[in-house]
């Protein structure tokens, strides 16, 4: 029998049970809706935290090159973990676009203040630009950056400790670390009762506490950024080996790459991971609706007894009767595929309107729903396919 007289045939069959094969079709819809459902928001999750965490001014790949020293209470910052020559020879490895130093010092240190004859350590932050609010006096600016200024802004607490009342305190002077400041604001004081409650006890522009705390700030990383097409493994592999060769602090520590691609991609696999899981356990609803699928062909293999019957005895072969049968339980799934698709992409977009990143949608996520609804509709049409095939001409027309 030609393939067109088949799914015409297997095409006006649905249709003359077109409510059964809706109510079957709608089992597949729901599966397949859920399971595209849940892989394009686990995508686009993905494609938010990678983008997240690798978020920078440039689009070029980049490596970390960071110095790990043997005595934990070496301060890196006072020594020179990468020296000129270094920097120069790293450029000149193959791959490697240009070199940045940093530092992973953290804008936050602490310091002794000198409050009623007594030092108390206190938490001193850092101001580049600008500082936080005050309730009297002034915040740090940039202009006080710039300028080296020996302001600083406290706490309330400490300025009635000194002074009195904030007010009092505007204008006064405080040692830190043994170095007169200049009060040029207050902050409202932290509540100590509150689990939420954050912040620095004293502020200082930064550019000022590097001048009299920390005159000479060494690079302690490297950012090596990568030319195109090259693999960051082999570069990071090469910058380790030239590092602890020729490293200017070699037998101080060890030189560290942290390759963030690695990191990424094992972050991607594990996100995957999860994403599978959760589909998978939605999946079970198509399993259900392939049982259903197979209960619709048994019943109608049933109910067409006498029609096979007639077939057969004007010459038709079983492997026609059995593609026919076949060809019906996969138009059920794979239309009911399609449609399942479009639904999960439409219920994923609306559910993305309450998400703080977009759903992705791929050439996969199309695959997987037709690849799998067809699937379904030949693993589960077999055997009632089989069984009408199968049965005999002459107990039928008997």
Known sequence: MKIEVLFRTAFQSLRQNARRSLLTMFGIVIGIASVICIISIGKGFQKETISNLTSSDSDQMSVVVTFLPNNPMLDVSRIQPFSRKNLLELTEIKGVDRVEEGSNQANIQFADVLVKNQNES???GLVKEQGQEVIAGQSLTIIDNDAKKRVVVIREDTAKKL???????????????GIPFYIKGIAKALDSYSFTST???IEIPEATYQQYFHQQQNATELTVFLENGVSP???SDELTHYLQENGATKNLGSYTVIDMSQIMEAIGKVIDGLTYFISAIAGISLFIAGVGVMN???ISVSERTKEIGIRRSLGATEASIQCQFLLEGLMITTIGGIIGYLFGIGLAYLIAKFLPFDISIDLFTILLAIGVSMFIGIVFSVMPARTAAKKDVVEILR
Do not use: C, F, R, T
């Not at 009342?165 to 040692?175: H, P, T, V």
């Open 122 to 124: 206190q938490l001193v």
């Open 163 to 177: 002074y009195g009342s904030a007010d009092k305190s505007i204008g006064k002077m405080i040692k830190v670390n």
């Open 199 to 201: 912040g620095n006890d």
């Open 233 to 235: 493994k082999e570069i």
């Open 296 to 298: 619709m062909m048994y």
